[in-house]
């Protein structure tokens, strides 16, 4: 049965959630996005299992395994992960959220995905968190996701900013705000939300030292002008994604305050 935009909205605000973060290629920003959203999971205690599906640049496992109880799990996505390790965790743990980044080249599991997810009827409803980067293969990406799964997911479209940053360029999103992509995604209530811009070096420097986002806002090693950034620029962006409400599994969570952040009092 197809159901209405309203109609899902409604449903999903009752169901957990299973949050897919997937974008057309590697170098977009979508395991940024994975790791900030489990970042908000932590300072917000929402109960969240988070897996790592990209063997070949694991970062969710390596900025937050420490951080998170149980550590964050590893695993190949494809369909074994369904009927597997996944399902059983889900009964198991039962967690508000399920966090997944996963690699590119694997929309050919999507669908099965969702429908073994459906047929097990263990309470979660699937978002997926498109990260649109400059190339048209972003497009090209989620108009897939819509072809393949339609209305049985909702859906979350980020723009990332960091492509948006040179004025010499074309709008790196103009083909997608003019895309009929675009006009299916709305059509089936999908949210859009903007990654906003952090420069190079700072995401550099926490790289190196393998921090959370909050981690680095209080670590000594970090420059003082490191630290006053992201104390500027994390309150903003969750503000940003807080958005996403009940689909990203944020209703009721709050963005933290900086004079908090520079003080280090909040620690994940």
């Known amino acids: 049965m197809n159901l209405t ?33 489990l970042d908000m999971y932590l300072a917000n205690n929402i109960p969240a299992v988070p897996y790592d599906c990209d063997p070949n640049n694991p970062q969710l496992w ?9 550590g964050v799990k590893t695993i190949k996505f494809n369909q074994r992960i369904v009927s597997g390790v996944l399902q059983d965790d889900l009964e198991k743990l039962a967690p508000n959220v399920v966090l997944l980044d996963l690699p590119s080249g694997v929309g050919e599991y999507f669908q099965d995905f969702v429908q073994d997810i459906e047929a097990a009827n263990l309470g979660y409803r699937i978002t997926m968190v498109s990260v649109l980067g400059r190339s048209k293969d972003s497009i090209i990406q989620l108009k897939r996701l819509i072809e393949l799964c339609g209305p049985q997911v909702d859906y979350v479209v980020v723009k990332n900013l960091y492509w948006d940053r040179d004025e010499k360029e074309d709008n790196a999103f103009l083909k997608y705000k003019e895309s009929k992509t675009r006009q299916s995604a709305s059509e089936l209530g999908a949210i859009e939300l903007n990654f906003f811009l952090l420069v190079d070096r700072v995401y550099e420097e926490i790289d ?61």
């Not at 409604?10 to 979508?30: E, P, Q, W, Y």
């Not at 969750?238 to 003080?263: C, H, Q, V, W, Y």
């Open 62 to 70: 390596r900025h937050y395994n420490s951080s998170v109880p149980g």
């Open 5 to 37: 935009s309203s109609q899902r909205t409604d449903t999903a605000a009752l169901n957990k959630r299973i949050v897919m973060c997937t974008s057309s290629k590697g170098g977009t920003g979508k395991s940024l996005v994975a790791r900030f959203l």
């Open 208 to 268: 190196s030292l393998d921090l959370t986002f909050t981690e680095a806002v209080a670590n000594k090693a970090l420059r003082l002008s490191t630290q006053g950034r992201l104390s500027v620029w994390i309150p903003k962006q969750e503000s940003e994604l807080l958005k996403g409400g009940s689909l990203l599994r944020l209703e009721g969570a709050k963005p933290r305050d900086r004079n908090t952040l520079i003080k280090g009092a909040i620690i994940i």
